[in-house]
């Protein structure tokens, strides 16, 4: 019961600090949520796409970004998580990438960490990777289940937003090829497209409507189309 109340709360931190428009600012306000509330030193997410993984956000326990992120995470285990389908928990030795053959010891530390994966619909579609000090406790599973279900949780936002945006861009363009197909107009120009949309609402208004401009510009082409889409009955008539 504790964990659901913990993470029912650590979900609405989430998504009151976050701008939900921005999936850079969710998963960076996610990062510093999980640091938080679970005793992480750092932590990244890692956006899947293209066969390949990017890093979305980097934080750290002070609250600030994190430089080189990816040069700074043991690849190996990252892909073996990609590979796996499966959470990954350890306390081992950290060995930044751009540690030399000649380096000494005295850059490694030996870190918690736990990296897991996030699906949506089926498909993985990011890693968060998150390391905990030395001294503190591993990541126990009832820590690894409820940060696998929060993650979840957030990645379900995220790809329900990308499907209403998806709609709605269909949508927008599904009425503008009505429009185009009853006013004899095409164009995908963002300033025509505009030009369509006025025009429809025009056409909705029962009142007379002035278009004014220059000789040539094609006033009479949009008076043709705002009455073609009025319904009006009757044969538009031109005077010059």
């Known amino acids: 019961m504790r964990a659901a109340m913990d993470r029912y709360r650590i ?9 939900l428009t921005s999936m ?45 992120p990816m040069v700074q995470i043991p690849n190996e285990i990252i892909q073996k998580v990609v590979v796996s389908g499966n959470p990954f928990s350890a306390k081992m030795p950290i060995i930044p990438k751009n540690m030399g053959s000649a380096s000494s010891w005295g850059g490694v530390q030996i870190k918690n960490i736990l990296a897991l994966p996030s699906e949506a619909g089926g498909v993985l579609v990011g890693v968060t990777y998150l390391e905990r000090k030395n001294n ?5 599973q009832s820590v690894i289940d409820t940060i696998s279900a929060l993650v979840q949780d957030i990645e379900g936002i995220i790809s329900n937003s990308r499907k209403y945006e998806k709609s709605v861009y269909e949508i927008d363009n599904l009425k503008n090829e009505i429009i185009m197909s009853k006013i004899n107009m095409i164009s995908q120009h963002p300033v025509m497209l505009r030009l369509f949309k006025q025009i429809d609402k025009l056409a909705r208004v029962p009142t007379t409507v002035l278009i004014h401009g220059e000789s040539g510009t094609g006033k009479e082409l949009v008076a043709r189309a705002i009455y073609n889409l009025s319904g009006l009955k009757g044969q538009f008539i031109s005077m010059n």
């Open 11 to 19: 979900f609405h931190s989430i998504i009151g600090a976050a701008d």
């Open 24 to 68: 850079q600012s969710v998963m960076g306000c996610m990062l510093d949520q999980l640091i938080l509330a679970f005793d992480v030193e750092r932590g990244t997410y890692l956006s899947s796409g293209g066969g390949s993984l990017r890093c979305m956000a980097a934080r750290t326990a002070m609250g600030s970004d994190i430089p080189n």
């Open 136 to 140: 503190y406790p591993v990541f126990n």
